[in-house]
T-cell receptor, first 110, second 112 residues
Framework: SQQGEEDPQALSIQEGENATMNCSYKTSINNLQWYRQNSGRGLVHLILIRSNEREKHSGRLRVTLDTSKKSSSLLITASRAADTASYFCATDGDAGKLTFGKGITLSVRP | SQTIHQWPATLVQPVGSPLSLECTVEGTSNPNLYWYRQAAGRGLQLLFYSIGIDQISSEVPQNLSASRPQDRQFILSSKKLLLSDSGFYLC????FGTGYGYTFGSGTRLTV
């Protein structure tokens, strides 16, 4: 079964706007990770946030984690057309095995 | 630097035929290795993971098997493919233990 559930399923924004994607999960985790997948390609690791961290930044990416609500959000600031992709959250709760959500399709219009 | 190679990129096979997908990792030793399958519009389903040579765990009972004959080689196989085996297969590796991101291969699009 899926551990992470992303929301919304699809998001369409204008270039330059911010994109916010959410992920909820059900059981305790060691860390939560976000990945990007361009169409027909493998997944690329974006950022990892540990269970004892609340916020993390990497370039235009900002991730938050609320373990009390079992939720995380990924913010992409000043979006670009090249950010168009599917985004997945994944939870690491059992000996390094990741469980992925179904993903969010982000479209950034030029 | 570490790299992961997965091949072939696309494969069309008839029902009942065998399957062999190969994945190799370079630049690291004793990686954790994973096979995932992604159905159209769905998330990733973990099929097999391995923490060492000949140490493989199956997550989902199915028509597939995996082997790890060498430390950095992971093979996904089937003796007889079913229509339901169609999908996008992804190999990945990570460091041992928790707290590591995965590095994925470029994937194999299998059509049965």
């Amino acid at each position: 079964s899926q551990q992470g559930e992303e929301d919304p399923q699809a998001l369409s924004i204008q270039e330059g706007e911010n994109a916010t994607m959410n992920c909820s999960y059900k059981t305790s985790i060691n860390n939560l990770q976000w990945y990007r997948q361009n169409s027909g390609r493998g997944l690329v690791h974006l950022i990892l946030i540990r269970s004892n961290e609340r916020e993390k930044h990497s370039g235009r990416l900002r991730v938050t984690l609320d373990t009390s609500k079992k939720s995380s959000s990924l913010l992409i600031t000043a979006s670009r057309a090249a950010d168009t992709a599917s985004y997945f959250c994944a939870t690491d709760g059992d000996a390094g095995k990741l469980t992925f959500g179904k993903g969010i399709t982000l479209s950034v219009r030029p | 630097s570490q790299t992961i190679h997965q091949w072939p990129a696309t494969l069309v096979q008839p029902v009942g035929s065998p399957l062999s997908l190969e994945c190799t990792v370079e630049g690291t030793s004793n990686p954790n290795l994973y096979w995932y399958r992604q159905a159209a519009g769905r998330g990733l389903q973990l099929l097999f993971y391995s923490i060492g040579i000949d140490q493989i765990s199956s997550e989902v009972p199915q028509n597939l098997s995996a082997s790890r004959p060498q430390d950095r080689q992971f093979i996904l196989s089937s003796k007889k493919l079913l229509l339901s085996d169609s999908g996008f297969y992804l190999c990945a590796w990570s460091g041992f233990g928790t707290g590591y991101g995965y590095t994925f291969g470029s994937g194999t699009r299998l059509t049965v």
